[in-house]
């Protein structure tokens, strides 16, 4: 009895769909999935930065060039590091109409550190036009990026791919069968580790120790950013060595097993270098010269103001009364 109950709750299934149709359009759930991450991020991003003391909603300014600048280096990134995918014998890569063509997005297959290349470009000509210090950004991207990521892993699922080892485990997803990735030799049904879901858990967790230890210890100049590095990545090693989609391959590690690393290694880096650079805290989340005035606010602190006016009629009787006040 319980062994038969097991069974049915013994795997995670694959949906059954990777589309739908809204008139002559053709929606891709790993599209939504992405937006979805996108819009989570820029309001998560949107009011670390009000708090701050940035002017609301400047994050979409910066986002109109960082967004674009992400997904396509993202794609590029992806397409030159599964080179012999894309590129192999008979394949027609320069032909939209194809799957998998190099361009067709929707198939699937961005890659994260070509996005956080592309994006950090794009975050810092915005910051360069907006007057906001790139490292405050940075800081206060950082959580909704992590959520983001989580968030656009779902696509991955709904497109049943980039999947990991076989597994006998209660959690094991089901794949349909044939696949593109699949292993030759292995009979169908066989379950594979959700890196997907792996990976949806470790950034999940990863929003929640980035708010908390940003708070705690008053992490700024690039610092909690540097933290998502080191977080993210340390996980991204171990996804990476167990998926088996196609990968080229570099000193026996995947492609993105170095990137990982090297993402590691940077985090590092910069959370030290900028905690010797940067002893205190940012006097604003703006450049000096750049800062904004909420409207209404009274600058009382500027020097060249002087107040001209007449008193009011009150102030000047009472002034002439106190004046009057006898003195023994």
């Excluded at 949906?15 to 819009?39: D, E, K, N, R, W």
């Excluded at 993210?232 to 167990?242: D, F, K, P």
Aim: charged share 15%; net charge neutral.
């Amino acid at each position: 009895m319980l062994s038969s109950a097991a069974s049915v709750v013994a795997s995670i299934p694959s949906p059954s769909i990777s589309s739908f149709q809204l008139g002559p359009l053709t929606i891709h759930f790993y599209a939504l999935c992405i937006i979805t991450g996108i819009v989570a991020a820029v309001l998560i991003t949107n009011h670390r930065l009000t708090k701050r003391g940035a002017e609301p909603w400047v994050v979409i300014d910066i986002s109109l060039i960082a967004v674009p600048l992400a997904i396509i280096i993202a794609r590029f990134y992806h397409v030159f590091t599964h080179a012999s995918f894309y590129f192999g014998d008979g394949r027609e890569w320069w032909n939209p109409f194809v799957k998998d063509a190099i361009w067709n997005v929707w198939d699937g297959g961005i890659a994260i550190y070509g996005s956080l290349i592309g994006g950090a470009i794009g975050a810092w000509l915005g910051c360069k036009w907006t007057g906001i210090r790139f490292w405050t950004f940075a800081d206060a991207l950082a959580p909704g990026l992590l959520l983001a990521q989580a968030l656009g892993r779902f696509g991955n699922w709904f497109n049943q791919e980039l999947y990991g080892l076989p597994t006998d485990l209660p959690w094991g997803l089901e794949i349909d069968y044939p696949n593109a990735a699949w292993p030759a030799g292995l009979p169908e049904g066989t379950l594979f580790h959700p890196t997907f879901l792996y990976e949806v858990i470790w950034n999940t967790m990863g929003v929640f120790v980035l708010l908390y230890v940003g708070r705690r210890f008053r992490l700024q100049w690039g610092r909690v950013f540097a933290i998502y590095l080191i977080w993210y990545s340390a996980g991204r090693i171990v996804w990476e060595s167990i998926r088996i989609d196609p990968s080229d391959i570099i000193l026996g590690l995947r492609t993105n097993v170095w990137a990982a690393i090297i993402g590691v290694a940077v985090g590092i880096v910069i959370f030290f270098v900028q905690k010797r650079r940067h002893p205190g805290f940012e006097p604003s989340p703006y450049k000096p010269g750049r800062e904004w005035t909420p409207k209404g606010t009274v600058q009382s602190q500027d020097a060249d103001y002087v107040d001209v006016s007449e008193p009011p009629i009150d102030a000047v009787t009472e002034g002439t009364a106190t004046s009057t006040v006898a003195t023994k």
